[in-house]
């Protein structure tokens, strides 16, 4: 089944206590990209990756690392949380960029920092 | 900056109205907008789109139709059904990145 895999679901953490969250594609997408989402502000960019070893910011980076080494996998680490990074984060792929069609997004990483 | 404005914030309609969210973009360099359908407890899902050569696209009960000089695209359901319920996102992204912006959302409700 064609699909983006998420990991954890959900996860509470302390302030300062580094996490990675893992995404997964096994579309063969060139594209992949985060996302947070938090009440009355949608959906924000995070981090996209055209191809493997190339990432750059979306809107909202700070804070945030990530890594494309391989095709499939694009992890999304938080090197030293703060409780403003408290919210549901979203992974996306698609076969090209945001211009030619649908982003598939993942499940979705509750993530709560104390 | 770049930006999209999305409005209602909630939306409730009767079972068999239709329902209209409207949108808004900064960019005239936008070219493509598409429509997400999140439901409870899952990622957004993609439901239509329109590229910025087209004013208007049907897919059954939904369309969407796009005024680029006034830089505004809405999402118009028809016959509206219990299974519509969900948040709606609205998005715009742009040719020179890979950058999409998406709106706030509308929670848009199907009252029986």
């Known amino acids: 089944e064609a699909q983006v895999t998420q990991n954890p679901r959900y996860l509470i953490t302390v302030t300062g206590k580094k996490l990675t969250v893992t995404c997964s594609q096994n579309?063969?997408?060139?594209?992949m990209s985060w996302y947070r989402q938090d009440p009355g502000l949608g959906l924000r960019q995070i981090y996209y990756?055209?191809?493997?070893?190339?990432?750059d910011k979306g809107d909202v980076p700070e804070g945030y690392k990530v890594s494309r080494k391989e095709k499939r996998n694009f992890p999304l680490i938080l090197e030293s949380p703060s409780p403003n990074q408290t919210s549901l984060y979203f992974c996306?792929?698609?076969?090209?960029?945001?211009?030619?069609?649908?982003?598939?997004f993942g499940e979705g990483s509750r993530l709560t920092v104390l | 900056g770049e930006n999209v404005e999305q409005h209602p914030s909630t939306l409730s309609v009767q079972e068999g109205d239709s329902a209209v969210i409207k949108c808004t973009y900064s960019?005239?360099?936008?070219?493509?907008f598409p429509w997400y359908k999140q439901e409870l407890g899952k990622g957004p899902q993609l439901i239509i789109d329109?590229?910025?050569?087209?004013g208007e696209k049907k897919d059954q009960r939904i369309a969407v139709t796009l005024n680029k000089t006034a830089k505004h695209f809405s999402l118009h359901i028809t016959e509206t059904q219990p299974e519509d319920s969900a948040v709606y996102f609205c998005?715009?992204?742009?040719?020179?990145?890979?950058?999409?912006?998406f709106g706030s959302g509308t929670r848009l409700s199907i009252r029986p």
């Open positions: 996306a792929s698609s076969p090209a960029g945001t211009q030619n069609g649908e982003l598939f």
């Open positions: 579309m063969n997408h060139e594209y």
């Open positions: 990756s055209m191809n493997v070893e190339a990432t």
């Open positions: 960019d005239s360099a936008s070219n493509y």
């Open positions: 329109i590229r910025s050569n087209v």
């Open positions: 998005a715009a992204t742009y040719s020179s990145a890979s950058k999409i912006i």
